[in-house]
T-cell receptor, first 114, second 110 residues
């Protein structure tokens, strides 16, 4: 079975640009979460979506936004990119997004901001 | 801040058991303990989770103390491919906003 897929795998942008990252959850999973992982640190929670509704938001500026589509795939958008946004962006999916549901992570998108 | 404390690094000889400790002294009654690992620049891989009973699957065993304030992940026969950063997470919130700490960097040595 296919796991969580993310696209693109790598991306290079310049400061001030915007970026859209995409995630397809495991078939049957209705919840998607996004995490940012800066080099040398653990992943940091950005958003969780369940049934197209935002269920949780981490401590990130409004430049970060996301949405979930009827097929449960999701997009993460980042506007006005800063050098500090360079990171591995991870998507995770779970069945219902509850605290007892296991999250399964995708391979991530490596974003480099120049 | 992460609700867990783990040693920053550990070494283990290939073929021996790797025992990775985690302290979670402020864990509350409805919070689960999750373990993930991350091999260089890949997405975190789920290993195991538990509430209060010991758990075992094909990858590892999870031993949770009776007071639930600490746990140990056991990889019974470590291989070189088990070299990774291991994260211990506690979560019981309505959502799934996992709070990752820096984890333990396990090096399996030949």
């Amino acid at each position: 079975d296919a796991g969580v897929t993310q696209s693109p795998t790598h991306l290079i942008k310049t400061r001030g640009q915007h970026v859209t990252l995409r995630c397809s959850p495991i078939s049957g999973h209705k919840s998607v979460s996004w995490y940012q992982q800066v080099l040398g640190q653990g992943p940091q929670f950005i958003f969780q979506y369940y049934e197209k509704e935002e269920r949780g938001r981490g401590n990130f500026p409004d430049r970060f936004s996301a949405r979930q589509f009827p097929n449960y795939s999701s997009e993460l958008n980042v506007n006005a990119l800063l050098l500090g946004d360079s990171a591995l962006y991870l998507c995770a999916s779970s069945l219902r997004g509850g605290s007892t549901d296991t999250q399964y992570f995708g391979p991530g998108t490596r974003l480099t901001v120049l | 801040d992460a609700k867990t404390t783990q040693p920053p690094s550990m070494d283990c000889a290939e073929g021996r058991a790797a025992n990775l400790p985690c302290n979670h002294s402020t864990i509350s009654g409805n919070e689960y303990v999750y373990w993930y690992r991350q091999i260089h620049s890949q997405g975190p891989q789920y290993i195991i989770h538990g509430l209060k009973n010991n758990e075992t699957n094909e990858m590892a065993s999870l031993i949770i103390t009776e007071d639930r304030k600490s746990s140990t992940l056991i990889l019974p026969h470590a291989t070189l491919r088990d070299t990774a950063v291991y994260y211990c997470i506690v979560n019981g919130n309505y959502g799934q906003n996992f709070v990752f700490g820096p984890g333990t960097r396990l090096s399996v040595l030949p």
